[in-house]
């Protein structure tokens, strides 16, 4: 698992082209960059995951099923750089499909994007956990829960996955101008329902333009 503490680091350009290079072992045959793959990235996809459903036997069988094709079909899987979003990309459409499986009238615009309750650590959470930590998070969380589901997943996907703004538009199959809108929304909903958060909204949206691709 990367460590949390290095995805603000120097570390990070290291961390990438670790990533990218155990890929292109993996996708060679080597089970041991596979094994470490799967080390940097299931706790990551199980909490994204998690955020469309809270059936934790349900989730875990599609991270399986998406290590186990990954796996088998390591010579025909794409060669990118950009793996995480791959993968988010790759749970996401597993997870609505068992879903529809189960029953779930949904399309894919209108798969959930849950709140998680006080016991799991939350995206959110962790984007605010440096900055806020005296604030109350129950507060915080009680306002994130009123942000449309397509607005707090692309919050995670930017500011807890890392992904570019090009990267969240191919995960959620919308384009870059609607990523731009969801983020910008929520967090200027935030920043309207908690003015004491300005200072780290505004370092927020200053990210958000910053960073994009």
């Known amino acids: 698992m990367i460590p949390p503490e290095a995805r603000n680091s120097q570390n990070q350009y290291a961390l990438h082209a670790t990533e990218v290079w155990l890929w292109q072992q993996f996708r ?14 299931y706790r990551d996809l199980y909490f994204y995951g998690y955020r469309f459903t809270q ?9 399986q099923d998406l290590f186990v094709d990954l796996w088998v079909y390591r010579r025909k899987v794409v060669d990118t750089e950009y793996i995480r979003p791959y993968l988010y990309k790759s749970l996401r459409r ?13 399309t894919d615009d209108e798969l959930p994007f849950l709140e998680l309750d006080d016991d799991h650590p939350t995206a959110e959470q962790q984007l605010i956990q440096t900055e806020l930590a005296s604030y109350q998070t ?11 589901a397509r607005q707090r997943e692309a ?6 996955g890392e992904l570019t703004n090009d990267q969240i538009a191919d995960v959620l199959n ?40």
């Open 28 to 41: 060679a045959g080597s089970r041991e960059a596979f094994e470490q793959l799967t080390g940097f990235f």
């Open 55 to 63: 059936d934790t036997d349900l989730l875990k069988d599609c991270l």
């Open 94 to 106: 597993k997870i609505f499909r068992e879903l529809k499986r189960g029953g779930a009238q949904l």
């Open 138 to 148: 129950s507060r915080l969380n009680a306002l994130l829960s009123r942000l449309s």
């Open 155 to 160: 919050i995670h996907l930017k500011f807890y």
């Open 174 to 213: 919308v384009n870059k101008q609607s990523v731009a809108n969801l983020l910008h929304r929520g967090l200027t909903r935030l920043r309207e329902e908690w003015p004491s958060l300005l200072p780290l909204i505004g370092l927020c949206i200053n990210a958000l333009f910053s960073r994009q691709s």
